[in-house]
């Protein structure tokens, strides 16, 4: 039998009087011998396990799709639910804590497995920006294009750029500063003229 959140607008007339227990724990029994019997166990703790699942998740939507989870997967597993006089809604709540746990961690899972920089796609000026850079470098008088090109696509550090090109560091250092200068202002001067 399956039970849905659609009979979530059926209550069931619950006694809240201490005599409750001996009820309940007939009622697991019965649920253990026929799942039919399961409907009333369902009935008595469907709003107490809804209500505890919606103020850890904060959507309606989700859950409803928890609570009718918890209430399958309680029904699935009634027969070995061992009575200890503990109410039937605390093994509910666990399942309940479980479910919504392993449902956190599979949305944790799935955002780690697509990758943000696959969704990425520049917008056609940030491409042309770059294009048009890439240009200028390569205007650039030699040594500030060789420095500009190890320091910020090679990503090697000044002491590596000065041993390897046979220079000081602070010669390496001014040949990035020039190069840098003569790239912003050739980017000036290119939007100048793409603004005019």
Known sequence: MVYTIGTMARRASASTAPDRE?????????????????????????????????????????????????????????????????????WLYKIAANEIADRANRVVRQSAVSDPADSYEPCPDAVENRARLYRMVDTLPPDQRRVIVMRFAEEKSIREIAAQIGRTEGAVKQLQFRGLQNLRLRMGENDGEAKA
Not at 29 to 53: G, M, P, S
Not at 78 to 84: L, N, Q
């Open 22 to 90: 001996p009820d309940e724990h007939r009622l697991i029994e019965a649920a253990q011998r026929d799942t039919r019997h399961f409907a009333n166990l369902y009935e008595n703790n469907f709003e107490r396990v809804y209500a505890f699942v919606f103020r850890r998740v904060g959507d309606r939507h989700e859950a409803e799709d928890l609570t009718a989870d918890v209430f399958h997967q309680a029904l699935r597993n009634i027969g070995r639910f061992e009575w200890r006089g503990v109410p039937f809604a605390a």
